[in-house]
């Protein structure tokens, strides 16, 4: 008798499965040391599993320059215990990368960020080279200097991002801080002390704390002491400076963040009383109970004239019954004008580079001892699981409706469908191995690129149309009337709809990926592709097992009403996988890349409603053209919104005081009445007002460009729209320096040309001897009030 086939594939495939996972338990009795992938041990021992986050401050100092000085733009990043970023250095894929948008009223002085301090060069496996990396804090610095024109700080402001990614042993997240400096001229100094009670929703915590800057006893000229005095209640305890996170209790925990006119002499801060030594089960724990105080000490830097400190100090409360979550309570003593952003932890010196030398090389030895076939065993078993992360799950959607239409076809098409399926899984994965072999480009390191974040938002915004039924024609792996069961699946389109799955797939990790694919890249190339060929079959496999069983498509509901409303879900979902790309970009993206999307929507709503199978092809054809170059003008209006202009005017803001007096200056004043919401505005600032042409204009005849932002309703800037008769925006207005009574108006949409032309009617010596232009010009003496 014959062994049917399918059963001489299952007996293979159990076989190979079961090799693979016996040799890896049989080296795990050989080798206790393998790596703790769920993660048991670390949660035994309360260290937290997620990556915790940098905190970044920026300033810009000092805060009086005057025209003619240097400020200093500093970005301070404080480093989670446990993480690292990068360094600027361009040779690396994920360096860390600083963008200046926009700066007015200075020029830079440095071409690039300094940081404080070099940064630590270690060889990183994952990437098969030497990478510099920065633990604890670093602090990045850029010159400019302030122009000579510039009058009121106010009119100094830099905009732009930075991109970095903070990492741990396991993973890398990328992120995004987008940053705004301005000078605000002299500030009020804060207390040199206050006291808080710091409240959790509106509810005091049991404890008061006081922060203050006090002279030391000792030569109290020179040296200040900065003291935190803790009361807390007498069922309530806190943790020491020192306390073993291992230990059930989170340190207290100090950071300075800024410093005017100090400079730290202790490298530490001093705990009076001394903490308590206890012991709670199996727990030993450092405490302080009733009043603490926490002192460090600094020295008055010569000739400074004014002293401050800001910062922040964390702790966690607990009694007999519980602990309270870590609070964080930020302080400002002293003045802050002109304070020199620092990066101070409480406990600077048990931060040791060299520990985490003596970690990695551990870890490093583990991973050389264990054997190809467990970590073949665990990239299978990564690989699968990614089929059920967020990330790829709505792609799944998609996947299980085309299990559903394929339960009726042949045997022989629902094997080629999931074939083809896998190989497109097959071929990312292939594809990232070689892009981990030749360019150190690591798991995820798409979703660093704003244009495939961008991609990928319209191609899954797309397929979520078209579930939601906006249009009928296929997206890969979309069987557009699956519920009706009209349509077939195609070879290509499940072959795109693997490779879309897969590239989902990228943001997330999974259990078992990470120590298998850092090992992966330090073997040689043929290694590697065989660790992350098997990752890929670990994916595809549940497609694989419908091809070959193609029977087990039968326990899937009968196609029936339930599709039509599961396919509706299932766009739904698609939506949120938009939302949550769109999360990866710089907030100024969002609205140019909504108005994409908007593009998309109306091709894709022309194609589905706008002609049926049965029209002729001219009219189909018609309607497609037409859809396709409606929606190119849309997405490219959007994607020009999104480049950033390098010929803005160095706008300042509306003020009726500062326009009084450039017009008894006899200087030529130029108004754009403005505001976010209104479209029409922002067209005449990019296609007339932002321009070379008038930058140039503006430049040479020295014209005061004022930029009165109406976003929110301003009482001051509707009494002047009163003034000119206007009862909507866009409104520009020019008052000519020797002519200032009798101001130029230009209403609604206009040209470049129009607005050239009122501009140099303005500057015009003898602006009585022109005719005024058909916009109108009215009086404003009655405005000399306001």
Request: charged letters at 20%.
């Amino acid at each position: 008798m014959k062994t049917p086939r399918r059963y001489t594939a299952t007996v293979a495939c159990l076989t190979i499965l079961a090799s693979l996972f016996c040799s890896s338990l049989t080296l795990t009795a050989q080798k206790p040391s393998l790596p703790d992938l769920f993660g048991q041990k670390q949660a035994a021992s309360g260290k937290e599993t997620k990556n915790a986050k940098a905190e970044i401050s920026v300033s810009l100092l000092p805060q009086d320059a005057k025209a003619g000085e240097t400020v200093t733009l500093s970005l301070t990043m404080l480093i989670p215990e446990g993480s690292y970023t990068y360094s600027t250095n361009p040779t690396f894929g994920g360096a860390t990368k600083f963008v200046i948008k926009e700066s007015k009223g200075v020029t830079a002085i440095d071409q690039h960020f300094n940081a404080d301090h070099p940064p630590k060069t270690v060889f990183e496996p994952l990437f098969g080279k030497e990478i510099e990396k920065y633990t604890k804090s670093v602090i990045w610095t850029r010159r400019f200097k302030v122009n000579k024109d510039v009058k009121e700080p106010s009119q100094v402001q830099i905009k732009g991002q930075m991109l970095y990614q903070v990492c741990d042993a396991k993973n890398c997240v990328p992120s995004q801080y987008p940053f705004t400096a301005t000078l605000s001229g002299k500030q009020e100094s804060a207390p040199l002390s206050f006291t808080t009670i710091p409240e959790r929703r509106n509810v005091p915590d049991p404890i008061e704390l006081k922060f203050a800057l006090e002279p030391a006893a000792v030569n109290p000229k020179q040296l200040v002491d900065l003291k935190i005095t803790m009361k807390l209640e007498p069922e309530f305890h806190t943790f020491a400076l020192d306390q073993d996170k291992t230990q059930a209790g989170l340190p207290t925990h100090i950071e300075i963040l800024k410093l005017e006119g100090l400079k730290s002499v202790s490298q530490q801060f001093k705990a009076t009383p001394a903490p308590k030594e206890e012991t709670h089960g199996e727990f030993s724990q450092r405490t302080h109970y009733n009043e603490v105080v926490w002192t460090r000490q600094f020295e008055r830097i010569a000739d400074a004239r004014e002293i401050g400190v800001e910062g922040k100090l964390t702790y966690q409360i607990c009694n007999e019954g519980s602990c309270r979550r870590p609070m964080p309570v930020e302080f400002q003593l002293g003045d802050l004008t002109n304070a020199q952003p620092v990066a101070m932890s409480s406990l600077e010196e048990l931060h040791s580079d060299s520990a985490a030398d003596d970690d990695t090389i551990i870890i490093s030895s583990e991973e050389s001892n264990r054997s190809l076939s467990s970590y073949l065993f665990f990239a299978f078993l990564g690989g699968l699981i990614l089929n059920v992360m967020p990330c790829v799950l709505p792609v799944v959607a998609i996947k299980v409706m085309s299990f559903v239409q394929q339960a009726g076809e042949s045997r022989l098409r629902i094997f080629l469908l999931n074939i083809f399926y896998s190989l497109g899984v097959l071929v990312v994965f292939l594809s990232l191995a070689s892009l981990a072999v030749f360019a150190g480009l690591g798991w995820g390191g798409l979703f660093q690129s704003t244009k495939f974040n961008v991609i990928m938002a319209c191609i899954v915004y797309a397929m979520g149309l078209s579930m939601l039924g906006v249009f009928e024609i296929p997206v890969p792996g979309m069987v557009g009337s699956a519920a009706g069961g009209q349509q077939k699946e195609g070879l290509t389109g499940a072959f795109l709809t693997g490779i879309l799955a897969t590239l989902l797939a990228t943001p997330c990790s999974g259990p078992f990926l990470g120590p298998v694919l850092a090992w992966s890249v330090k073997q040689t190339p043929q290694i590697t592709y065989l660790v992350w060929l098997v990752m890929g079959l670990g994916m595809a496999s549940p497609y694989l097992i419908f091809s070959i069983f193609p029977k087990a498509i039968k326990f899937l509901p009968k196609p029936g009403m339930w599709m039509v409303r599961f396919k509706e879900f299932s766009g739904i979902v698609l939506m949120g996988a938009v939302i949550f790309i769109i999360s990866f970009l710089d907030e100024s993206l969002t609205i140019p890349v909504l108005i994409m999307l908007l593009g998309i929507t109306t091709g894709l709503w022309m194609i589905g409603s706008l002609y049926s199978h049965s029209s002729p092809a001219r009219v189909k054809l018609a309607v497609r053209t037409a859809a396709l170059l409606l929606t190119a003008g849309i997405c490219f209006f959007g994607y020009n919104m999104s480049q950033k202009s390098t010929n803005d005017l160095p706008w300042v803001p509306f003020n009726a005081q500062e326009l009084k007096k450039l017009r008894s200056e006899n200087r030529t004043v130029l108004i754009d009445f403005s505001a976010d919401w209104c479209l029409s505005c922002k067209t005449n600032e990019k296609l007339a007002l932002n321009t070379p042409e008038t930058l140039e204009m503006v430049s040479k005849y020295n014209v005061v460009p004022m930029y009165a932002d109406y976003t929110d309703y301003s009482p001051d800037i509707k009494a002047w729209l009163d003034k000119f008769e206007s009862v909507s925006i866009p409104l520009t207005v020019i008052f000519p320096a020797n002519n200032p009574n009798k101001p130029i108006i230009i209403r609604d949409l206009y040209t470049q040309s129009t607005l050239l032309s009122a501009l140099k009617q303005a500057v015009d010596e003898s602006p009585a001897s022109k005719s005024p232009p058909k916009q109108a010009m009215i009086s404003t003496e009655s405005t000399e009030a306001h």
